[in-house]
């Protein structure tokens, strides 16, 4: 059963680098999503994606956060200068289409800044 | 602001019981997603409903949707051991982002 997957499982960075957690969503599907979910809490949207632009994003998502599809497989999420509030489970999901379609969940990476 | 209030938030059962945890909202959605999550790893969806009203079944879990598509419940019977795990309620209000609920932590023991 075709899965959406995430690279890598765990990151470790100072504060203020830069990281580039990958995804590469479900073959047919057309909309991607970035969710979070800090330890003990809700899982929250961060950013969803259509037709290689940002449809919707959180508060969350502000300038530091950027995603992109850099080719036919690859979904990714950039965060330019981490903060230890950054850190959290960052999962990227995947759907056929947007609004009621049902979403598909990878793994996670798991992010820890210092 | 769309929130989803899931209670109970913890629930330890023996094996054999029945439980239900509910998903209740002041706000309408399109769809629920009912999603299971263990430590460490990604919600795994187990059901959308869709339709007001809507019942469905997946083997000893059954999934209903309000008929003001405001709340839902998620009903297992016969509770075991590998049910075990965080349940998660989450919907979609119209706009392509999911909200999710608070979370029920189900423990069965054996």
Redesign the interface.
């Known amino acids: 059963e075709p899965e959406?997957t995430?690279t890598p499982s765990h990151q470790v960075t100072q504060m203020g680098q830069e990281v580039i957690l990958r995804c590469v969503p479900i073959s047919n599907h057309l909309?991607f999503?970035w969710?979070r979910q800090i330890l003990g809490q809700?899982?929250?949207?961060l950013v969803?994606f259509?037709n290689n632009e940002i449809?919707?994003k959180?508060e969350i998502f502000d300038d530091q956060f950027s995603v992109e599809r850099p080719d036919g497989s690859n979904f990714t999420l950039k965060i330019r200068s981490t903060k230890l509030e950054d850190s959290a489970?960052y999962?990227c999901?995947s759907s056929v289409a947007?609004?009621?379609e049902?979403?598909?969940?990878?793994?996670?990476t798991?992010l820890l800044v210092l | 602001t769309q929130l989803l209030e899931q209670s109970p938030q913890f629930l330890s059962i023996q094996e054999g019981e029945n439980l239900t945890v509910y998903c209740n909202s002041s706000s309408v959605f399109s769809s629920l997603q009912w999603y299971r999550q263990e430590p460490g790893e990604g919600p795994v969806l187990l059901v959308t409903v869709v339709t007001g009203g809507e019942v469905k079944k997946l083997k000893r879990l059954t999934f209903q949707f309000g008929d003001a598509r405001k709340d839902s419940s998620l009903h297992i019977t016969a509770a075991q051991p590998g049910d075990t795990g965080l349940y998660l309620c989450a919907g979609a209000g119209g706009t392509d982002k999911l909200i999710f609920g608070t979370g029920t932590r189900l423990q069965v023991f054996p």
Do not use: C, D
Request: proline fraction near 4%; charge should be neutral.
């Open positions: 959406v995430q909309y999503y969710y809700k899982v929250e949207f969803s259509y449809s919707e959180s489970m999962f999901a947007g609004a009621v049902t979403q598909y969940f990878g793994p996670g798991r």
